[in-house]
């Protein structure tokens, strides 16, 4: 049992510095751009509604009742529910999951931290499309350079959790937020002004469902999950904070719509100037963020300044995520096995920075390295593929089974007093029947088509 946080402002921060991230602002445009746009933007804000936010409370929920990290949560609510010990397995794939993630979150932050120097250096300067290609796929071929970065950024993460200032990041999160809000507003009126902001917007918004595959739905519920940090025990751990009596589901939902609303900007930002620079296109993948913004940067008035502050927003937003990828696991190391914060944040941080290593050579050495065991796939995209598509979304439906089904209705009605009647009902009846079902099917049905297609 811990400490408990002043008020739920002070979650929302947390929460908010953990959800709002990479996912947000790198990830999200580029796997709308590979999935075809509106379709599947639809499909992701239906996730959402119906499977995020629902399961999100049911995560929080679980880590206020268990007041510890997320293991031993799962470990006290396990117990007190009469259960087999095996639920505590949504903690440690959490604490897996996390590891995962931070390897290559780690990978991708640290092309952020080199685009706050080059933009700083002057090199975009009226940039054009061909040059601000060839800068990123640069930064790609040089593993030495990438290999730089993701150590800055893997160690800069370690001194937060080590420092068990964690909750200190919140605070971050209070003048991050506001700015980074703001940055992109900026950005979207360049590309009102210079941009293709008609064909972004139709890209967006204009539903073509016949692009839509099995897979695509699998990864918009998966990106769901990532967005929002879900399924992993990071909400968890800082659900275990939160105030008693407070609102679980009016803090949730505005997590939720924070987080949307960062995506949904940042989506809106770059597509107008992908249209309107034919050389890009919005399936380009993971480097979509890097090549179409320092056009941007490089040809508005005082843009390389204004760049430059970008990415630091950015990898600030980065680095408040990555932290709450390895607190469950640090906190556990240091809860159960004694260990001191340092020694337990060297052993976590030390393994993701590891198996990081694989994710950077993706991009240059091992380029065309994809096995048949890593489902076809180079180590980034395993990664990337195993957590936010597997890993995640089954913790979620895990997650969703236990608060639904299995605690009892007397522990639910407790926790969530707060909440009016109608809203508690509502929220029972998605989580036992919607959440569940939904991520249930997707799952299947996408994991068949990929095990058992090509
Ligand atoms: N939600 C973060 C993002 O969108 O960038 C990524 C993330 C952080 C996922 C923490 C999972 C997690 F536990």
Known sequence: MHGVWGNRWTFILAAT??????????????????????????????????????????????????????????????????????????????????????SFYSVVAGWALHYVVTLASGVFEGTTAEEAGKQFSDLLANPTMLMLWHTLFAGMTAIIVAAGVTRGLAAVAKILMPFLFLSLFILLGYGVA??????????????????????????????????????????????AYMPAHASLAKTVITVGILDTFVALIAGMAIFPIVFANPSIEPGAGPGLLFVSLPIAFGNMPGGLIFGTLFFVLVSVAAWSSAVSLIEPGVAWLVESKKLNRLNATFIFAGIAWLLGISALLSFNVLSDFTPLYLFNRTPFDFLDFITAQIMLPLGGLFIAIFVGWLMSRKILVKEMDAETHPLFDIWLIILRFVSPVLVAVVMIFALYKILFSS
């Not at 990830?27 to 996730?47: D, M, Q, S």
């Not at 016949?210 to 990106?223: F, I, M, Q, R, T």
Request: aromatic share 12%; hydrophobic share 55%; proline share 2%.
């Open 194 to 239: 210079k941009g293709d902001i008609a064909a972004g917007a139709d890209f967006l918004f204009a539903f073509r469902f016949d692009k839509l595959s099995a897979e695509a739905v699998l990864e918009a519920l998966g990106h769901a999950f990532f967005t929002l940090s879900l399924g992993m025990g990071a909400i968890m751990a800082y659900g």
């Open 17 to 102: 510095g953990s959800a709002v991230g990479l996912g947000n602002i790198w990830k999200f445009p580029y796997i709308t751009g590979e999935n075809g746009g509106g379709a599947f933007v639809l499909v992701y804000l239906v996730c959402i509604a119906l499977i995020g936010i629902p399961i999100m409370i049911a995560e929080v929920l679980l880590g206020r009742r268990g007041r510890m990290s997320p293991i031993n949560s799962m470990h006290f609510v396990t117990a007190e529910a009469n259960l087999n010990k095996a639920w505590t397995g949504i903690g440690w794939m959490g604490v897996l999951a996390g590891l995962f993630i931070m």
